[in-house]
């Protein structure tokens, strides 16, 4: 099945620095990438996702790049503020629609400080 | 998207005691649903596929005896935790995938077991 492994385990930054979190995956018949971010004792929540027929994609300060033949994708956070600081997933999933199962990496712990 | 309701936010129950966690989508036609728990600090582990109107798909080393999966609507699925012990305390999570493969996750249930 699908391995997805995430690095770092845990990230700080400063404030107003960028942050940066990478993935990568095993099958490369995984078409879809979320990232998820989750607060403690929360439900995660999508920040952004990309597909596999884009290599980049981007949300205001939230950027995502997708290399299919390195099989690895990327978070990229600028200008973090300390509301950023929580916990990190990235995800790949195989197939379409209702019948996708994602497969989540180990998680960043992001924490931005003053 | 899809809103999803999970219910209770916490139990605590003794020790041989079985509870019951409820995931329900509100404004999306569930036919699949997914188990995930997680432990603290820990990432997001697939339990089981809960599939509308037959039995559930459960993942390598998850006991199918222990965990019940239910999923008898298009609208609602049960997780039951039977004759639970300490270890089997965690965060119990579900997620409603959509036709866009973009998941839904509810709120998160955390079963301490005592």
């Known amino acids: 099945g699908e391995n997805v492994e995430q690095h770092p385990s845990t990230l700080s930054v400063q404030e107003g620095d960028s942050a940066v979190i990478k993935c990568t995956y095993s099958?490369?018949?995984?078409?879809?990438f979320p990232w998820y971010k989750q607060e403690l004792g929360k439900r995660p929540q999508l920040i952004i996702d990309i597909r596999s027929n884009v290599g980049e994609k981007k949300d205001q300060r939230i950027a995502v790049t997708l290399n299919k033949t390195a099989k690895h994708f990327s978070l990229h956070i600028t200008e973090t503020q300390p509301e950023d600081s929580a916990v990190y997933f990235c995800?790949?999933?195989?197939?379409?629609?209702?019948?996708?199962?994602?497969?989540f990496g180990t998680g960043t712990r992001l924490q931005v400080t003053l | 998207g899809a809103v999803v309701s999970q219910h209770p936010s916490w139990v605590i129950c003794k020790s041989g005691t079985s509870v019951k966690i409820e995931c329900r989508s509100l404004?999306?036609?569930?036919?699949?649903m997914f188990w995930y728990r997680q432990f603290p600090k820990q990432s997001l582990m697939l339990m089981a596929t809960s599939n509308e109107g037959s039995k559930a798909t459960y993942e390598q080393g998850v006991e199918k005896d222990k965990f019940l999966i239910n999923h008898a609507s298009l609208t609602l699925s049960t997780l039951t935790v039977t004759s639970a012990h300490p270890e089997d305390s965690s965060f119990y999570i579900c997620?409603?995938?959509?036709?866009?493969?973009?998941?839904?996750f509810g709120q998160g249930t955390r079963l301490t077991v005592v």
């Open positions: 404004d999306f036609q569930a036919t699949t």
């Open positions: 099958d490369s018949a995984s078409n879809y």
């Open positions: 997620s409603v995938p959509t036709d866009n493969t973009e998941a839904f």
């Open positions: 995800a790949a999933s195989i197939g379409t629609g209702t019948a996708s199962k994602l497969t």
